[in-house]
């Protein structure tokens, strides 16, 4: 008897569980309404950062710029170069689309939109466009803060990682990942070379070497 009530307790939590994950995906997918609006914080808690959808591909809003990660390293006496580790990943993923590298990729990619506070919310704009002193919209709520440390979090294993490659496991000190963000040139100019454009960098400031199982 004890043990088919607590089947029964399990089977119940999970299927409130399921019907709320459910619910709140159903309301954040679908258009702006009074119904997702009243109830906004409470479902992009439960879906960012981990069930976040991404339409970027699509209009209005395809991506417009390219983001490459260079990370160098820091032995307490030596400062390497800047590295550039994954286009190589990007040239190897483009020849054969069956290698795993574009789920590699998707690592420093994701933790680099998180850094920069890109979000498919398409609520956010909405919001920002009639109150842009809001918090949410400066990246300074709960959220967007946690989403920023975590993106820092990823791109410190990253770069300890990539310096474990280069200089050998367990002798960098300190990592420091820099984001480039290259706006190729407009549809008008397109004939121009690929890496015509502007490009802008972000470093991070040099954070503590973490050492990577398996690096």
């Known amino acids: 008897m004890r043990n088919l009530l607590t ?5 119940s939590v999970m299927t409130i569980v399921s019907a709320v994950y459910l619910v709140s995906a159903l309301l954040y997918l679908a258009p702006p309404n009074p119904v997702t609006l009243l109830h906004l914080p409470a479902i992009r808690g439960l879906l960012h950062p981990f069930f976040a959808q991404n339409w970027h591909l699509f209009a209005p809003n395809p991506i417009r710029m390219n983001l490459v990660l260079t990370v160098r390293c820091s032995t307490g006496a030596q400062v390497t170069p800047w590295l550039d580790p994954f286009t ?3 040239a190897q993923h483009h020849r054969n689309r069956f290698s795993p590298m574009g789920k590699m990729l998707r690592v ?5 939109f ?4 890109r979000s498919a919310d398409e609520w ?5 466009r009639r109150t842009p002193e809001a918090p949410m919209c400066r990246g300074e709520d709960p959220a ?3 989403q920023r440390d975590l993106g820092v ?3 410190q294993r990253v770069g300890s990682a990539v310096c474990d490659q280069v200089a050998g496991s367990g002798r960098v000190r300190y990592v420091q990942p820099r984001i480039l963000i ?7 100019k397109r004939m121009l070379p690929a890496g015509a454009g502007s490009t802008k960098y972000l470093p991070l400031p040099w954070l503590p070497y973490v050492p990577v199982s398996g690096s």
């Not at 420093?108 to 680099?112: C, R, S, V």
């Not at 290259?182 to 008008?188: F, I, L, Q, T, Y």
């Open 124 to 128: 956010r704009p909405l919001i920002c």
């Open 182 to 188: 290259h706006e190729p040139p407009p549809w008008s």
């Open 7 to 11: 089947a029964w307790l399990a089977a």
């Open 88 to 90: 190589p990943w990007l």
């Open 144 to 146: 967007s803060r946690r």
């Open 153 to 155: 979090f990823i791109l």
């Open 114 to 117: 998180a850094v920069l506070g």
């Open 108 to 112: 420093p990619q994701n933790a680099m």
